[in-house]
């Protein structure tokens, strides 16, 4: 089983930037899929992007302002976050999957999960 650990959050202003990180354990990584999901405080876990080999998915809600990208070698993924609004607050989860974001993928889909990092975008 994969462990995975995120960083990277923080407080930050509407319109600023930050950038998870996500290390994982395991000799396997480079063939699952990857993904970054979000809990605010009384919601779902929301889906926000995945990405396997040159694939990658993101929620509309980010596009254009979220990038993610993955380094095999180090076993992380990243989540680059520009132009953060006050609903971008969560915390950020990122997690495993077998299945290819070719395809659009839920929670249920994804098997590892961290232990999560807060993101808090004041306004």
């Known amino acids: 089983q994969v462990q995975l650990v995120e960083s990277g959050g923080g407080l930050v202003q509407a319109g600023g930037s930050l950038r998870l990180s996500c290390a994982a354990s395991?000799?396997?990584?480079?063939?699952?899929?990857m993904g970054w999901f979000r809990q605010a405080p009384g919601k779902e876990r929301e889906f926000v992007a995945a990405i396997r080999g040159g694939v990658t998915r993101y929620v509309d809600s980010v596009k254009g302002r979220f990038t993610m990208s993955r380094d095999n070698a180090k076993n992380t993924v990243d989540l680059q976050m520009n132009s953060l609004k006050p609903e971008d607050t969560a915390v950020y989860y990122c997690?495993?999957?077998?299945?290819?974001?070719?395809?659009?993928?839920?929670?249920?889909?994804?098997?590892?999960w961290g232990q999560g990092t807060q993101v808090t975008v004041s306004s």
């Open positions: 997690a495993t999957s077998i299945l290819t974001p070719l395809y659009p993928l839920s929670s249920k889909d994804f098997g590892s």
């Open positions: 395991g000799r396997t990584f480079s063939t699952y899929t």
